[in-house]
């Protein structure tokens, strides 16, 4: 979906809240991001409407994903929590609906229903997961009768997500990145910089050049003009299958960020 709709690159918002965010969505909209991701959890919903609502874009020039919290997850509370969600955006529905989390390991099926029933309202274009594990990516496939448009998930060159990677070939549900620049400590290995000088382009380009090439798409924060431009301006060359290799070792690294201490409720990852 990313893809197809031309939004495989979103101005990820996490943590940025009031003027901050106000002022890294201005430049990341004049850079060219169309697509842009928030949650619920991130509290910055409101601000990002008054952007959009004081831009000369209209509601279908951008394209944005928001993410419901398992605080939400029961039938009182998840679809209202979509309602204040498009009240605070300041929009009649979102283009991704996303669950942010899967009730750790317990059953993910109640929690897809209710996202369900938020596209059967209207509230959101399409739906999709996010941290799911692939035993989580096979039930939600199963039980969905709608397309899951990602599984959002961190993902970067010194994690292995193969087999988060093979569950999409056989589900069918395409991953999405997050903390793709791994918030910075790619910078400490020289291969980047070694391959950006052969293509004049930075470290980062590389990084997410590597993701997306993989027909992963990507969510990357900055609040830095010169940082989001590089970000955005990463389709304009490619890496050989050697490079992409020598940067998929590096996985070898483990580097998880987004672990069980940070979030005591992720599922058992692969
Ligand atoms: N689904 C989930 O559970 C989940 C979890 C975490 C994040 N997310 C989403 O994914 C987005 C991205 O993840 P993230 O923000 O955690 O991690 P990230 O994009 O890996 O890292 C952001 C950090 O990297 C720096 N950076 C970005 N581009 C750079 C560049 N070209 N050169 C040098 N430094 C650069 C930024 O600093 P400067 O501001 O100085 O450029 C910022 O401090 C979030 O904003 C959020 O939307 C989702």
């Not at 619920?40 to 409407?49: D, L, T």
């Not at 498009?86 to 609906?97: T, Y």
């Not at 980047?192 to 798409?217: C, H, M, P």
């Not at 010169?226 to 050989?240: I, Q």
């Amino acid at each position: 979906m990313y893809f197809e709709t031309g939004h495989e690159r979103a101005f990820g918002t996490f943590p940025l809240k009031g003027d901050d965010l106000q002022s890294a969505l201005e430049t990341a909209l004049d850079v060219g991001y169309r697509a842009i991701d928030t949650a619920q959890m991130y509290a910055n919903e409101a601000a990002i409407g008054e952007v959009l609502q004081r831009s000369t874009l209209q509601r279908n020039d951008v394209f944005i994903t928001s993410k419901v919290p398992t605080s939400e997850f029961s039938e009182e509370k998840f679809i209202p929590s979509v309602k204040q969600s498009l009240s605070d955006l300041q929009v009649d529905d979102v283009d991704v609906l996303l669950v942010h989390w899967p009730p750790g390991d317990d059953d993910v099926r109640p929690s897809l229903d209710w996202l369900q029933q938020a596209k059967q309202q209207g509230l959101t274009k399409h739906i999709g997961i996010s941290n799911y594990n692939s035993i989580q990516m096979r039930t939600a496939k199963a039980h969905c009768q709608y397309p899951l448009v990602t599984n959002q998930v961190e993902f970067h060159p010194l994690i292995d997500q193969s087999t988060l990677q093979n569950t999409t070939k056989e589900t069918g549900i395409p991953l999405a990145s997050y903390c793709s620049v791994a918030r910075g400590k790619v910078f400490s290995y020289p291969v980047f910089e070694k391959i950006a000088d052969k293509y004049n382009v930075t470290a980062a380009q590389v990084v997410l050049r590597w993701i997306i090439q993989q027909g992963v798409s990507i969510n990357a924060m900055s609040t830095k003009r010169e940082n989001l431009k590089a970000n955005f301006d990463v389709l304009g060359f490619a890496l050989t299958e050697d490079e992409m290799q020598s940067i998929t070792a590096l996985n070898q690294a483990a580097y998880r960020i987004v672990d069980k201490a940070l979030v005591p409720w992720a599922p058992t990852w692969d």
